[in-house]
């Protein structure tokens, strides 16, 4: 017998023990085990750790996924994460060509998954408030959200959870120094049935620029010599 003998039932469950680069490179190999790798209930499931697995032609997005994992640490990525002008300008170079990358994929989850359960957004630096609102917005069903340092997520966010985030469940917001006291506490007084977690989130110092730095000590010094 030969493996494009097997049904369409028992090619799905055979191609689910295989990671995303396997399962394409198998497709490429007939027809038959394209329609397999093409078909939808396959990719219920997704996990990135690096940019550019974004990009690669190796998945298929659609109605049945449900867990999607961008998660990176990987120190080239962790640098857009700093503070802009903290930044070289190869950091700068290297954060500009992923800016995009992760909005772009998340508005095509919008479209094409949602009937998604849960995401986590890990180290993703780029992503904006508008960004993880459309998520909530479009994927109605979403039950747990994590986000684990994006630091341009905002108080913004939490409200959206607030709004639109019916069917959440469990909702953290670790290390995204952006968010405040006030919006967590608003989130909490809102929406009691979610698990709402924020480590080292809010009250949060900002790196600020060695000029503001000087200004404020001298402000410091004017008024201690005047008080
Ligand atoms: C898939 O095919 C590419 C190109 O032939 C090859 O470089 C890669 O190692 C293959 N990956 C796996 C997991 O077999
Ligand atoms: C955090 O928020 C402040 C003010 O809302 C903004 O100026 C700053 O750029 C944000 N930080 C990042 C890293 O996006």
Redesign the pocket.
């Known amino acids: 017998m030969h493996l494009t003998d097997l049904n369409q039932e028992c090619l799905l469950h055979l191609f689910s023990f295989l990671d995303k680069d396997s399962r394409r490179n198998l497709s490429l190999t007939c027809k038959h085990l394209r329609l397999t790798f093409l078909d939808p209930q396959l990719w219920s499931l997704l996990n990135f750790f690096s940019p550019s697995e974004l990009m690669k032609n190796n998945f298929i997005l659609g109605p049945f996924l449900r867990y999607l994992n961008i998660c990176w640490h990987s120190s080239r990525v962790k640098v857009c994460n700093i503070?802009d002008f903290k930044k070289t300008t190869f950091q700068r170079d290297l954060c500009s060509k992923h800016a995009s990358l992760v909005s772009h994929f998340l508005e095509c989850v919008c479209r094409m998954c949602p009937n998604l359960l849960s995401i986590s957004l890990s180290g993703c630096g780029h992503i904006t408030d508008g960004d993880v609102i459309n998520v909530l917005r479009s994927c109605r069903r979403l039950q747990r959200l994590c986000l684990e340092n994006c630091?341009?997520v905002?108080d913004a966010v939490l409200h959206a959870v607030i709004i639109h985030g019916g069917s959440l469940q469990e909702v953290r917001v670790d290390f995204c120094r952006?968010v405040t006291h006030t919006g967590l506490q608003t989130c909490r007084e809102k929406r009691p049935g979610v698990c709402l977690v924020a480590e080292r989130s809010a009250g949060m110092i900002?790196d600020i620029q060695p000029e503001e730095k000087l200004h404020v000590r001298r402000v410091l010094q004017k008024v201690l010599v005047f008080s």
């Open positions: 503070e630091c341009r905002t952006n900002p």
